[in-house]
């Protein structure tokens, strides 16, 4: 409760230096033409002192003091010539617009120039001529131009404007009317802040997180708090590992905008507990385009030699085609199917010339690891729009977009663990300690159509499809003293996974009237599928020992996993929206339904090399390279009895498993307006939802003992039946300050992989990931209060509390391990996080004119949690009271930027507070801290320039991670892993035409 009070105070004063420096203010536009045509580079002085320039519309916008102000305008142009002077007193009034509208037109009177090769020039003006008087060395000249006269000027008058597809004022519009807590993004912002993927433009989100550069964390809570959607329909994640969709395989240039909605409602799905993310597809063009980029990056490394294996020649498309995978007779040969006994690769299953075949076939690529210089990396892609009059009433819009990027980085890693004394204390000095060596080769193309119709601006329609690949070449060599008989190992892991989504939708909305009230139909319909397939991540192991390196057999060696999950999501959600009036007016009533199934299908097949006693070798005697060494033992046509390496199964039943997720979710709400400022909504989710597991497993309690090793299928459910009601309130204290008030009830499901009792390779640790189907659901209660100032249409301040009350919250976590670790996953009893956050947007001219194009934006949050363990996890974490995992206390984005017509320049930092990345654990006497991660400063810089000849022309330049600081992860005074990501330059051309 102290926190909560602490953060009250800071708010409240917050809001009273926000009050007390208010001043009564209005805006001023200034729009320019010749004979209809707008003129860029105008001259408009305000008050003979504030000097601004009209941009490409012939437009400007300022604000200004409520009052009288005196506006002068000098028109150019297209090769910069003076057109005329226009001099005008106007009237600035509270929250409204004043509009000068000033129109030059041919005039018969030449342009006069006055030829001063070496002197100066000056001018006396009035409203009706300019004096031009030039001086030189061989005496003056001297001429009188006649000004053509502005022709209107007209106040209080409201011009709609074109509403801009992701703009910054489209955003700020979207944020100022929700009737939510959210930040909205646009494309504009991404495209200027130079980000390539969705996870990297919302990693400028308040209180959002982004780890290993794809997954998202929103006011401290992982992804599996998160839901994301494409166009309000749910997706499949390509991800296994994930519950949301990976961020990073969306290019930004198909995003028209994201919306992040942080409080519930009920038109949104009930399922998230830190943020629910829209990523809205571009539909909405101006005029007809096709765009091209060409784009390159390096990196610290790019151009040495570092680790890689050998790959497909067809690795740069994102597709294995047919060069990893386990061989198929091995995998056809321990299929595992139900009702029959899953075949081993012994005797007992197959005869002797068969096992020895299956042995000769395993290794079927190059396996040893070498040297090959970084590639930079390069990209490209191409879009356009064409929009169709069919007729006056109908309208057809096209959009189409492919994107191709290939990047390669190293990353030199050193990592440490710790003993414990016999009091159960971590000693002081790592007791195992080495490096890893890791390069990755990343490739992601895909692409969008969007195809639009449009009937008189009363039904529209969209159908969307969008396909993305994304896929990893990794090759990792993890060298020093690992485990807990402080061997010297070298674990070299060869892997390639792809990723790919593939969805179409059909949406639209339908205007019409009913009982005389204005009302608003809308729909989607979707059928998507989202593949995860790594078709043999091989690891193989040597041992250093006494000066002597050789393949060690003592553990499970020569390690080849395939897995393959394969998900099918089909969707669809009908909204109907009628206005009604009970209050005032513009109150509405909002009803509909969504309704998903999801289907996975999840498979796993682990196998490894097994030394036999056939032959009088040792390991010390397979001193050879990998290659040689399959080439002496394995590959050769020996007869099984002779075989000194045997392909073996290392995988079980449980590694399998099929999914289902059926959910039907009906809401209703209710906007009103009791009072003029205030607009609430009210409303309420209804959610009946199950999650069938079926656990591939061996039938153990079977009565008849000679089927206990046969497969069946074991169902595990979970299910939510539930109403989740959310209410928001907001109030308008006045046109520029609002205070919106939200509260609601949500939930999270474990995803299924977490659910099952499969046990998986880690991502990047030499360690193992092992499901818990003991987990449960668990509940959350929100509570969200906010506050905003807009100073304009662009400049803004939002500030906010926010409280949680998570109910069986899920975490990741550790199981006591005597050799590597194994992660898994619990529920805690309960959990709280409550924070404060700011954010906002401010042009510098109120520090100095001359300051007019640069402003400052960002964003701070701080985040305060705490878990409450059940008496049983007291019993197995060290920690028995901490913060949740993976949540930082604060977050921290500021942007730096400058701004005219053809030019745009970004400082971005970004500053994350350290993070429990590994809940400590009690493995006997010794009590294992909680693993902490310091992320670092990040500083990266955007160049953008803009060329205009026959066609438009920008270049792009972007320097990331400038100060290059390192990752370092602690676990009490010891440090366990440090590494830098290294710097990277990137240059990206884009022509218009």
């Known amino acids: 409760m102290k926190q909560i009070f602490k953060l009250s105070v800071l708010l409240l004063i917050a809001l009273s230096a926000a009050w007390s420096s208010e001043q009564k203010t209005g805006t001023l536009t200034v729009l320019v033409f010749k004979n209809e045509t707008p003129l860029n580079g105008s001259i408009v002085t305000v008050d003979g002192k504030k000097v601004f320039k009209s941009d490409i519309d012939g437009a400007l916008k300022t604000t200004l003091p409520v009052g009288q102000h005196t506006v002068e305008i000098v028109g150019r142009g297209v090769n910069k010539e003076n057109l005329g002077y226009f001099k005008k007193s106007v009237t600035i009034k509270e929250s409204r617009d004043t509009q000068v509208i000033s129109t030059f037109t041919n005039s018969k009177t030449p342009v006069v120039s006055v030829d001063t090769p070496v002197g100066t020039l000056t001018q006396a003006k009035t409203a009706q001529a300019v004096n031009v008087t030039g001086k030189a060395k061989d005496g003056a000249a001297s001429r009188t131009i006649a000004l053509t006269p502005a022709s209107m000027e007209l106040e209080e008058f409201v011009v709609l404007a074109p509403k801009v597809e992701g703009s910054l004022a489209e955003v700020i519009a979207e944020e100022k009317n929700i009737n939510a807590v959210a930040n909205i993004l646009g494309y504009e912002e991404m495209s200027k802040k130079g980000d390539s993927t969705a996870a990297a433009a919302l990693s400028r989100v ?59 409602s009920a038109d949104i799905p009930s399922s998230f507990g830190g943020g629910y993310i829209d990523i809205r597809t571009k539909e909405r063009f101006d005029e007809d385009f096709i765009k091209i980029s060409l784009s390159g990056k390096i990196n610290n490394y790019t151009g040495t030699e570092q680790v890689d294996y050998f790959g497909s020649a067809t690795d740069w498309t994102g597709y294995d085609h047919s060069f990893r995978p386990i061989p198929q007779e091995i995998l056809d040969a321990t299929a595992v199917t139900v009702g029959e006994r899953t075949p ?29 210089t970084l590639k930079p990396g390069f990209g490209g892609s ?12 109908n309208h057809l819009t096209v959009y189409g977009n492919y994107t191709y990027t290939q990047d390669s980085r190293y990353v030199p890693e050193e990592f440490f663990g710790y003993d414990f004394d016999i009091n159960g204390v971590q000693e002081k000095e790592p007791s195992q300690y080495g490096t890893i060596d890791q390069t990755t080769m990343t490739v992601t193309h895909g692409g969008m159509l969007n195809i639009g119709y449009n009937y008189m601006d009363v039904l529209r329609v969209k159908y969307t499809k969008l396909y993305t690949n994304s896929a990893a070449k990794t090759t990792r060599v993890t060298d020093g003293i690992i485990g807990s008989n402080y061997e010297h190992l070298t674990y070299y892991a060869l892997n390639w996974e792809e990723r790919e989504l593939n969805v179409d939708q059909f949406s639209g ?276 209060l906010k506050y905003s100032y807009f100073f304009t249409d662009e400049d803004n301040v939002k500030t906010g509390l926010f409280y949680k009350y998570m109910d069986k919250p899920i975490e990741d976590v550790m199981i006591p391990s005597s050799s590597l670790p194994i992660y898994s996953f619990a529920n805690t009893e309960s959990a709280t996080l409550y924070g404060f956050e700011i954010d906002g947007r401010k042009n510098l001219e109120m520090v100095h004119t001359n300051l007019a194009d640069y402003y400052v934006s960002g964003n701070f949050s701080y985040n305060f949690s705490e878990v409450t363990l059940t008496p049983e996890q007291k019993e197995i974490f060290t920690s028995q009271t901490r913060a949740l995992q993976g949540l930082s206390p604060y977050v921290v984005n500021l942007t730096l930027g400058y701004e005219v017509q053809d030019r745009n320049v970004l400082l971005n930092l970004n500053k994350m507070a350290e993070r429990i990345r590994k809940v400590g654990v009690i493995d006997g006497p010794d009590k294992e801290e909680d693993q902490y991660e310091t992320p670092p400063l990040l500083l990266d810089l955007m160049w953008i320039e803009k060329f205009h000849y026959e066609y438009d022309f920008d270049l792009k330049m972007q320097l990331g991670n400038i100060l290059d600081q390192e990752v370092v992860w602690t676990q009490g005074d010891g440090v366990t892993r440090r590494f830098k990501m290294g710097r990277s330059l990137g240059v990206k051309i884009e022509a218009t035409f």
């Open 206 to 264: 308040t209180g959002v997180t982004l780890i290993d550069g794809k997954s998202i964390y929103v006011r401290g809570l992982g992804d599996r708090y998160s839901n994301v959607e494409l166009n309000g329909l749910p997706l499949p994640s390509p991800n296994p590992l994930e519950r949301t969709v990976p961020l990073d395989i969306f290019p930004s240039s198909v995003i028209g905008s994201m919306k992040i909605q942080k409080s519930a």
């Open 344 to 372: 081993t690769l012994t005797t007992r299953d197959y005869s002797k010339e068969q096992l020895a075949a299956f042995t000769q076939a395993y290794p079927n690529r190059i396996y040893e690891v070498y040297d090959s």
């Open 382 to 393: 191409v879009e356009g729009a064409k929009s169709f009059d069919i007729d006056e009433d």
């Open 509 to 784: 909305d339908f205007d019409y009237e009913v009982f005389n009230s204005e009302s608003v139909l809308d729909f989607g319909f979707q059928t998507s599928t989202a593949s995860f397939y790594q078709p043999n991540n091989y690891q193989y192991i040597y041992l250093t020992e006494d000066g002597l390196t050789f393949n060690d057999n003592t553990k499970s060696n020569h390690l080849a996993n395939k897995v393959v999950s394969d998900d099918t999501l089909n969707a669809m959600y009908l909204k109907n929206k009628h206005k009604i009036e009970v209050f005032n007016e513009d109150e509405s009533i909002e009803y509909g339904i969504n309704i998903s199934s999801k289907e996975r299908i999840s498979k796993q097949q682990k196998y490894y090399l097994n030394k036999t006693n056939n032959l009088p070798v040792t390991d010390r005697d397979l001193v050879q390279d990998i290659d040689s060494i399959y080439s002496n033992y394995v590959l050769p046509p020996y007869p099984y009895d002779y075989q000194l390496l045997q392909v073996a199964t290392l995988f079980k039943a449980g590694d399998s498993f099929d999914g289902y997720v059926d959910e039907t979710s009906p809401f209703l709400s209710w906007l009103s307006r009791p009072w003029d400022d205030v607009e609430v909504v009210l409303g309420a989710r209804y959610v009946d939802l199950t999650q069938d597991i079926d656990q591939y497993k061996l039938d153990r309690t079977n009565p008849d003992f000679a089927k206990r090793n046969d497969v069946i299928l074991d169902r595990s459910s979970l299910a939510i039946d539930d109403y989740f009601p959310s209410l928001s309130v907001k109030y308008k204290y006045s046109e520029k300050q609002q205070f919106d008030f939200a509260t609601s009830k949500t939930y999270i499901m474990p995803d299924m992989r977490e659910f099952t009792e499969g046990e998986y390779f880690h991502p990047f640790d030499v360690a193992t990931i092992v499901g818990n189907p003991n987990l449960v659901n668990t509940l959350i209660y929100n509570l969200d």
